[in-house]
């Protein structure tokens, strides 16, 4: 089991530069800089022409939090011809379309397809491009939007009854609610041979709660959830400049900061050891998730000790997480401009020198060898300490597409579920995106043509995430308890960002207000759920033979 790191142990392994500072006042929250923005990429394709007109769609991207501002992103409508392509791999000559027997329309008619876009966008502006030339009579629309712009047309779509045929629910509305509302319809029928095709997929890809409502699958894992935005990604000669190599030794987190540190020191202003998105909350939160994790915290998904249902905000690995932060800050190693930029900004300032270190997933190896093919970069483990175990957690399923209840085309809608959930499809998804989304099944991933480093993205997940419990599987009655919980204000990454600005003076003092406050937020949503009828307590939020080295699969619920 788990070895505790004390605090003062962590203390010792990072430095004493932060100290006093965490011992000071606690001050007022931090209000996070403006949010991102994204690109929405809007493709019709026509049998006619190659390209269509160009709209403009106002957008926003949002923060988990009340202060977070946002600013407008420009939509374009590009053709699938011209859609970029994170691989060097021709997509038509990668994907091959289904040949399911499904009996599709004979008619003129449009299937409309939505979803949140950054890879997904590379694959599905040639495939459908491709799918609408075996189907001329089928016109294929594709949205590829930011979340927000989802949030708002997918639910008008639905109050209207002209919602996209597929799309993704939007964030903030659970699952269950889209299922108990009607918005969408189970897929056992519109998917030709389902039985077997659902048999195919590995181990722990349909879960009652997330995939599967009342006994009928509504959706299906076209990726994994096994990925982690805490890998070092780091410029390769500016590392060996200073003599180190974590792709050789994975670092500790006395490595990390040294290297930070000398690193900042060689460039001379020029470069920096370290650098982040430091504008989105959000990413001061997974940072100090990851760490703490890594660090041997009892913490799964949700920052919840999943053995006693707690949170652990205030966990030592946590502060200790906290303070190697502010220790980078004290050394002056973190790019100076963190705190204005969104981690899209942060990878690309790395790979134009600007800094030598950035913590982020395959997707950022996925967009270095599209954007900058000259560029000389590694990957390696998260930085790690403490005796572990050193794991990160999953939850089940990513990139879920879910069918709307009064689509009119639904079996042009199992024709390619039925592609996208076989593992030839999902390895041609692989190669396409070069990785930049890994697939559910694991030997698509193997058998993917990708950049090695992409590969020994998922090399390194392999060794350190496993599944978490999730109590709506146990007991469904949790989805209610979803739909009455709030998000709390600051919440966890906007506070950690005060922390490091210093507007929070008391890092300690910090964490247990943001740990009491959720608490008494599940607490409340607990209890309005019971006075409407639902059959749950916090006891739902416990798993006493959780181990966060093991993966909490179907097996453990069926005992």
């Not at 093919?373 to 939850?395: C, E, M, Q, R, W």
């Not at 390619?416 to 390895?427: A, D, S, V």
């Not at 694991?442 to 419990?469: E, G």
Request: proline residues 6%; neutral net charge; charged residues 20%.
């Amino acid at each position: 089991m788990t070895q505790r790191l004390s605090r003062r142990a962590a203390l010792r392994l990072i430095g004493g530069a932060s100290a006093t500072a965490l011992l000071a006042a606690c001050g007022s929250s931090a209000a996070p800089a403006a949010a991102p923005a994204s690109q929405a990429t809007t493709t019709s394709v026509s049998k006619t022409t190659s390209a269509t007109t160009s709209q403009a769609a106002s957008t926003a991207a949002s923060q988990t939090t009340s202060a977070a501002t946002s600013q407008a992103a420009s939509s374009s409508t590009v053709s699938a011809a011209a859609s970029p392509s994170s691989s060097s791999a021709d997509p038509t000559s990668v994907i091959k379309l289904p040949q399911t027997g499904v009996k599709l329309p004979t008619d003129k008619v449009t299937f409309h397809w939505v979803d949140s876009g950054d890879s997904k966008v590379v694959f599905f502006t040639a495939f459908f491009k491709m799918y609408q030339q075996a189907h001329p009579n089928i016109t294929m629309q594709y949205d590829g939007l930011p979340w927000v712009e989802i949030g708002k047309i997918v639910p008008i779509g639905v109050q209207n009854g002209n919602a996209p045929d597929v799309f993704q629910v939007p964030q903030g509305i659970p699952t269950a609610q889209a299922v108990k509302e009607g918005w969408v319809q189970p897929i056992e029928d519109i998917v030709p041979n389902f039985q077997q095709w659902k048999a195919a997929f590995p181990p722990n890809s349909f879960f009652e709660g997330i995939t599967t409502f009342n006994g009928k699958v509504y959706t299906f894992p076209r990726s994994t959830s096994k990925r982690t935005s805490n890998l070092i990604f780091y410029n390769v000669d500016q590392m060996q400049r200073a003599g180190y190599d974590p792709a050789a030794k994975p670092f500790t987190w006395d490595d990390f900061r040294a290297a930070a540190k000398k690193i900042t020191q060689q460039g001379n202003g020029q470069y920096f050891g370290f650098i982040t998105g430091g504008n989105q909350t959000g990413k001061w939160g997974s940072t100090v998730s990851g760490l703490a994790q890594v660090a041997g915290a009892k913490a799964g998904t949700g920052d919840v000790n999943w053995q006693t249902g707690e949170f652990t905000y205030t966990s030592d690995e946590y502060l200790a997480a906290i303070d190697l932060l502010l220790a980078l800050k004290s050394d002056n190693s973190v790019f100076p401009g963190s705190l204005s930029i969104n981690e899209a900004d942060a990878r690309s300032r790395t790979a134009q020198g600007a800094a030598t270190m950035v913590l982020a997933g395959e997707f950022c190896s996925a967009l270095w060898v599209r954007d900058n093919p000259d560029f000389k970069f590694n990957v390696a483990a998260p930085p790690i300490t403490g005796s572990g175990p050193h794991n990160l957690a999953y939850d089940i399923g990513a990139n879920h597409q879910w069918l709307y209840a009064k689509s009119k085309v639904p079996a042009v809608a199992g024709d390619i579920f039925y592609y996208l959930g076989t593992e030839e499809g999902q390895k041609e998804w692989v190669t396409v995106t070069n990785g930049s989304d890994p697939a559910a099944y694991p030997q698509a991933n193997q058998q993917a043509d990708i950049d090695p480093r992409t590969r020994q993205c998922y090399t390194l997940y392999d060794q350190f995430l496993y599944l978490n419990p999730m109590p709506v599987v146990r007991n469904p009655d949790v989805t209610q308890v979803l739909l009455e919980r709030k998000a709390i204000h600051p919440d966890f990454g906007t506070v950690v960002q005060g922390i490091y600005t210093g507007q929070l003076k008391d890092p300690k003092a910090a964490m247990k207000d943001v740990q009491d406050r959720t608490e008494a937020e599940l607490e409340r949503a607990i209890k309005v759920a019971q006075g409407k009828g639902a059959k749950v307590s916090r006891d739902d939020w416990k798993f006493p033979d959780w181990d966060p080295s093991q993966d909490y699969g179907q097996e453990k619920y069926k005992k």
